[in-house]
């Protein structure tokens, strides 16, 4: 029998990210479950899949480090040759097949389109079922502004002009009929992402429960956290950051590996949550969309009083325009980018230069590696393995005190570390 297919089109800033990078680093756990979460299309996000079936001028905001130096034609025509093999390879034991491409929803915008996905999993799968979480649309937007940053936009935040006419994206009445009457109205799974109609109020858990896959995943996991907004301060520092670019010889372009290093930094020094519209903003844009979402409640939702939850109201009024860049606020997020930027390169140069220390050790070259070990201790003062193979060197050398000197800078600074430990029984030992 063919597996059953779970197919998971978003939206975007619904936690895809985070079910995409939980699913893929977990793949010899799903395969031991008997589901298959396939590698071709992506190792966490399968945008490879609705990207092959869409003409190349509409894939220029994918990542460019997605074509692997062969350019967008010939890695698509790989992946196409790379899926079909995997796909007709899969084990016996294979009882589901999942696959997460929230550019399902946004590049798959006609009936034609989503046909031809379907066409393409058809011959490998049985039951096929669509799995969409919606958010409601002011909140989409915001948060869709850090994004926006990320492919370089960087004007300041503010939410469309328009309503579902000119956003098709929003209309999620027509975006589900649409995929509906392609896979039946059986197969679709739509969703509501909100904490408190989500499993435990996670995105993660919900998505895992609605595919009955039993993966355990901890709650401090880091792949739980991904594609995260910012804080106010690190939005400015963005910006300012892509005026900046944008006014240099070499320009500003969301292709630029400078340009996509540095707001990973940001995202990953600086994870808030984003820009907010003041909610008579937020209502306003809203109001445009009550019909769509009313015909969404009606059809889908019908025990549910309101598709979304009410706005809150505000007794302050909205602000005259977008919020201009703070310079203070980047400032201050630009002094904590640095700091742990300079934390990190002095980490990497101190474990480097343990490294080597250890390797001088065992060739029998002790002033090599003593050299090499004070340099590690320079960059970071107590860090652990160069402080093991000091302590170690100075035990040799007969130098109790030295050792124990050692021990009582790891024993402050790790001290649960294996490094301490050994310390600890060679003095004991010795």
């Not at 509409?58 to 130096?69: E, M, S, V």
């Not at 034609?73 to 790989?78: G, Q």
């Not at 995202?267 to 808030?272: C, D, F, I, T, V």
């Not at 070990?373 to 170690?392: F, G, N, S, T, Y």
Request: charged share 20%; aromatic share 6%.
């Amino acid at each position: 029998m063919k597996p059953d297919l779970l197919l998971h089109i978003g939206q975007s800033k619904t936690g895809t990210s985070s079910i995409q990078r939980v699913l893929g680093a977990r793949r010899a756990a799903l395969a031991r479950l008997g589901v298959c979460y396939p590698a071709s299309p992506g190792w966490a996000n399968h945008g490879m899949l609705p990207a092959s079936l869409v003409p190349l001028s509409r894939l220029g905001h994918f990542n460019p480090a997605l074509w692997d130096g062969i350019g967008a034609e010939a890695r698509l025509s790989r992946f196409r040759r790379e899926f079909q093999a995997e796909m007709s390879g899969l084990p016996a034991t294979t009882r589901l097949v999942i696959l997460s491409a929230e550019q399902c929803g946004g590049l798959l915008d006609t009936r034609e389109l989503i046909t031809a996905l379907r066409d393409l999993l058809a011959p490998h799968v049985g039951r096929m079922r669509v799995v969409i979480y919606l958010r409601r649309q002011d909140q989409h937007a915001a948060s869709g502004y850090t994004q926006a940053l990320r492919v370089a936009h960087v004007g300041p935040p503010m939410l469309p002009r328009h309503g579902p006419e000119a956003l098709p994206h929003y209309d999620y009445a027509r975006q589900l009929d649409d995929w509906a009457g392609v896979f039946g109205e059986d197969a679709m799974l739509p969703r509501i992402f909100e904490r408190p109609r989500l499993l435990n109020g996670d995105a993660v858990d919900d998505f895992l429960a609605l595919a009955e896959v039993p993966l355990q995943v901890p709650a401090e996991d880091p792949d739980r956290q991904s594609n995260l907004s910012l804080t106010p301060g690190g939005i400015d520092l963005v910006r300012a950051m892509g005026q900046h670019l944008k006014a240099s010889p070499a320009g500003l372009t969301a292709a630029s590996p400078l340009w996509r290093r540095f707001t990973q930094a940001a995202s990953e020094a600086l994870p808030g949550r984003g820009w907010r519209p003041h909610p008579a903003e937020a209502a306003a844009f809203l109001a445009r969309f009550e019909q769509v979402n009313e015909a969404v409640r009606r059809r889908w939702f019908p025990d549910q009083p309101t598709l979304f939850e009410p706005l809150e109201p505000s007794a302050t009024p909205p602000p005259a325009g977008p919020p201009p860049l703070d310079p203070e606020a980047a400032l201050e997020a630009a002094c904590i980018l640095l700091e742990q930027d300079l934390r990190a390169a002095a980490l990497r140069e101190a474990n480097q230069l343990a490294q080597i220390g250890a390797l001088h050790a065992r060739l029998g070259e002790a002033p090599q590696a003593m050299a090499a070990l004070r340099a590690a201790i320079r960059a970071v003062p107590d860090h652990p393995m160069a402080q093991q193979h000091l302590a170690e060197a100075a035990l040799r050398a007969g130098d109790r005190a030295g050792a124990e000197a050692h021990l009582a800078v790891l024993r402050r600074a790790h001290p649960d570390h294996a490094a301490t430990a050994r310390v600890e029984r060679l003095l004991t030992l010795a």
